[in-house]
């Protein structure tokens, strides 16, 4: 495995495909706190093709992004509302329709900012 410099702003490639096992998946589209009734089109494997899609996507027109402190990145896609979160060797944290879009996105940047993080 190569271990590279996380992108706030390019693309990555995660080595993690997905999240970080099934329970996890699970946990995010039918358990718990549902995301399958933001993507009612989708089906789960769509659902994470679509997170790891998002969250190697380079910021750029309507994607932004940025990365945490602690390598995490954040992409939020301006058009279809999508907020992806994930770890290139953790996987997918999460990706939800986020209620205040953009806003909250922005909020979650000023956040990882203020705590070390880089756009």
């Known amino acids: 495995m190569t271990i590279y410099e996380v992108s706030p702003t390019g693309a990555n490639e995660f080595v993690v495909r997905?999240?970080?096992n099934r329970q996890k998946l699970m946990n995010h589209w039918q358990n718990g706190r549902t995301?399958?009734?933001e993507?009612?089109?989708?089906?789960?494997?769509?659902?994470?093709?679509?997170?790891?899609?998002?969250?190697?996507?380079a910021v750029g027109e309507n994607i932004l992004g940025h990365v945490d402190k602690d390598g995490y990145i954040t992409r939020y896609d301006k058009l279809t509302n999508d907020f992806v979160k994930g770890h290139p060797y953790?996987?997918?944290v999460t990706m939800f329709k986020p209620i205040d879009g953009e806003n909250y996105y922005l909020r979650a940047l000023k956040g990882d900012l203020e705590h070390g993080g880089r756009s």
């Open 90 to 92: 953790r996987g997918i």
């Open 39 to 57: 993507y009612p089109y989708f089906t789960m494997e769509q659902y994470e093709r679509r997170a790891i899609e998002l969250a190697e996507s």
């Open 35 to 37: 995301h399958r009734e």
């Open 18 to 20: 997905g999240f970080k």
